[in-house]
Nanobody, 120 residues
């Protein structure tokens, strides 16, 4: 089973940058994909970015061009680089894994989340 621990959240001003990191306990290669989700108060959780086992990345339109997902195979981490931050990016960000235990596209392992707050 993959265990996930996020870090790197915090308070940043509009236009600033953050790097979120997700440390994994198992082999991230065992996952079909790794994703970063976010959930703002009163809103549904949304998929922000994902990276497949083969390295293919996908991004939500709302953050395309500003956020970048990457993985470090040696350190077993999945990172999300957040640039040009906006107040609407304020949310709890979650790392998740789409493991072979469930159908492809279904994320079944989750971290505890890390808060990102963008002040104007």
């Amino acid at each position: 089973q993959v265990q996930l621990v996020e870090s790197g959240g915090g308070l940043v001003q509009v236009g600033g940058s953050l790097r979120l990191s997700c440390a994994t306990s198992g082999s991230i290669f065992s996952a079909n994909a790794m994703g970063w989700f976010r959930q703002a108060p009163g809103k549904q959780r949304e998929l922000v970015a994902s990276i497949t086992k083969g390295g293919i990345t996908n991004y939500a339109d709302s953050i395309k061009g500003r956020f970048t997902i990457s993985r470090d195979i040696v350190k077993k981490t999945v990172n999300l680089w957040l640039n040009s931050l906006k107040p609407e990016d304020t949310a709890v960000y979650y790392c998740a894994a789409d493991t072979p235990r469930t159908p492809v596209g279904e994320y079944d392992s989750w971290g505890q989340g890390t808060q990102v707050t963008v002040s104007s």
